[in-house]
C-alpha cells in the first residue's frame, strides 16, 4: 500500500455502532478509508498487525477502556491517535495527552470539527516523521568519528571502521545523542526494528566490542563512557 493510502486509511474503535456509521459515512466520501472495530482488543490487535494515518479511539469501551488500549498502543506504534469521549473532565483529556493522545474531542463534536482535528494530527504526524527521517540521513562527524547512516559507513581518522550492523547502529544511536545517557533499554528500543535478535544485556557485549574497533579504554574513554547503573554515553568533547 502506498503512503498517501496508509495515511488515509483510519482504525475507528468505538463500542457506539451508530456513531460508527455516522463517522464512515462522512469520512469515506472525503477520501478516507475507514475501518471500524467495536472492542478495544479488537482495536489493538488491528493496530498491531495493520498500518493506519490515524486511529479515532473512545475512553468509555467495554473490558479494556481507551487509556488502556492507548498505552498498548504507544508500547508498538506512534500513529497519531485521536480521543472521543463524552466525559468532559479536564483530568480525563489530561491522561490521554499524557498516554500519547495527539488531540482529544468530547462526543458533542461536529464531523467538519471531526475532519478538521482528523487532517491536523496526520499533517503533525508526517512533519515530525519527514524531520526525523531527515535526521537519519544526515552525516554524523563528532571528535575523529564520521558515520554515514544512509551508506552504512563509519570511519576513525579517515580509516574505514569495519562493523557490524548492531555496532554501527549502536555508535550512530550514541553519536546522536551525544553527551546525553542512554540506558539499555533506550539503545534497545532504538535498533529492534532492525529485526536483530538481541536482549539488553547483551548490549554491553556489543559496546564491547564497538569499543575495541575505536581503539577505546573503558576505564580512560576518549568517545563512549559507561554511566554506572544508567547506560552509556558518547563524549562529545575532548577531556582537557
Same mark, same amino acid.
Given at each position: *500500500?502506498?503512503?498517501?493510502n496508509?495515511?488515509?486509511? #483510519?482504525?475507528?474503535?468505538?463500542?457506539?455502532?451508530?456513531?460508527?456509521?455516522?463517522?464512515?459515512?462522512? $469520512?469515506?466520501? *472525503?477520501?478516507?478509508?475507514?475501518q471500524?472495530?467495536?472492542?478495544?482488543?479488537?482495536?489493538?490487535?488491528?493496530?498491531?498487525?495493520?498500518?493506519?494515518?490515524?486511529?479515532?479511539?473512545?475512553v468509555?469501551?467495554?473490558?479494556?477502556?481507551?487509556?488502556?488500549?492507548?498505552?498498548?498502543?504507544?508500547?508498538?506504534s506512534?500513529?497519531?491517535?485521536? *480521543?472521543?469521549?463524552?466525559?468532559?473532565?479536564?483530568?480525563?483529556?489530561?491522561?490521554?495527552?499524557?498516554?500519547?493522545?495527539?488531540?482529544?474531542?468530547?462526543?458533542?463534536?461536529?464531523?467538519?470539527?471531526?475532519?478538521?482535528?482528523?487532517?491536523?494530527?496526520?499533517?503533525?504526524?508526517?512533519?515530525?516523521?519527514?524531520?526525523?527521517?531527515?535526521?537519519?540521513?544526515?552525516?554524523?562527524?563528532?571528535?575523529?568519528?564520521?558515520?554515514?547512516?544512509?551508506?552504512?559507513?563509519?570511519?576513525?581518522?579517515?580509516?574505514?571502521?569495519? $562493523?557490524?550492523? #548492531?555496532?554501527?547502529?549502536?555508535?550512530?544511536?550514541?553519536?546522536?545523542?551525544?553527551?546525553?545517557?542512554?540506558?539499555?533499554?533506550?539503545?534497545?528500543?532504538? #535498533?529492534?526494528?532492525?529485526?536483530?535478535? #538481541?536482549?539488553?544485556?547483551?548490549?554491553?557485549?556489543?559496546?564491547?566490542?564497538?569499543?575495541?574497533?575505536?581503539? +577505546? +579504554?573503558?576505564?580512560?574513554?576518549?568517545?563512549?563512557?559507561?554511566?554506572?547503573?544508567?547506560?552509556? *554515553?558518547?563524549?562529545?568533547?575532548?577531556?582537557?
Amino acid at each position: *500500500m502506498s503512503r498517501k493510502n496508509v495515511k488515509n486509511k #483510519i482504525l475507528l474503535v468505538d463500542d457506539d455502532e451508530k456513531l460508527c456509521r455516522l463517522i464512515k459515512n462522512y $469520512l469515506e466520501p *472525503m477520501g478516507y478509508q475507514v475501518q471500524t472495530v467495536y472492542t478495544g482488543r479488537e482495536g489493538l490487535e488491528k493496530v498491531s498487525s495493520e498500518k493506519f494515518g490515524a486511529v479515532i479511539l473512545d475512553v468509555m469501551l467495554p473490558e479494556m477502556n481507551g487509556f488502556e488500549v492507548l498505552r498498548e498502543i504507544r508500547r508498538i506504534s506512534t500513529v497519531p491517535v485521536l *480521543m472521543l469521549t463524552a466525559l468532559g473532565d479536564e483530568s480525563d483529556r489530561i491522561v490521554g495527552l499524557e498516554l500519547g493522545a495527539d488531540d482529544y474531542l468530547p462526543k458533542t463534536f461536529s464531523t467538519r470539527e471531526l475532519l478538521a482535528r482528523l487532517r491536523s494530527v496526520i499533517r503533525r504526524s508526517e512533519i515530525t516523521s519527514n524531520q526525523a527521517a531527515a535526521e537519519e540521513d544526515e552525516e554524523i562527524c563528532l571528535k575523529t568519528i564520521t558515520v554515514n547512516p544512509p551508506m552504512r559507513k563509519a570511519s576513525l581518522d579517515g580509516e574505514t571502521l569495519h $562493523l557490524t550492523p #548492531i555496532e554501527f547502529d549502536l555508535l550512530c544511536s550514541l553519536m546522536r545523542s551525544a553527551d546525553r545517557i542512554l540506558s539499555r533499554d533506550q539503545l534497545l528500543d532504538e #535498533i529492534m526494528g532492525r529485526n536483530y535478535e #538481541i536482549f539488553d544485556r547483551s548490549i554491553d557485549v556489543h559496546i564491547s566490542s564497538l569499543r575495541r574497533k575505536l581503539g +577505546d +579504554d573503558p576505564k580512560n574513554p576518549t568517545f563512549i563512557r559507561t554511566v554506572r547503573s544508567a547506560g552509556y *554515553m558518547f563524549v562529545d568533547k575532548f577531556e582537557e
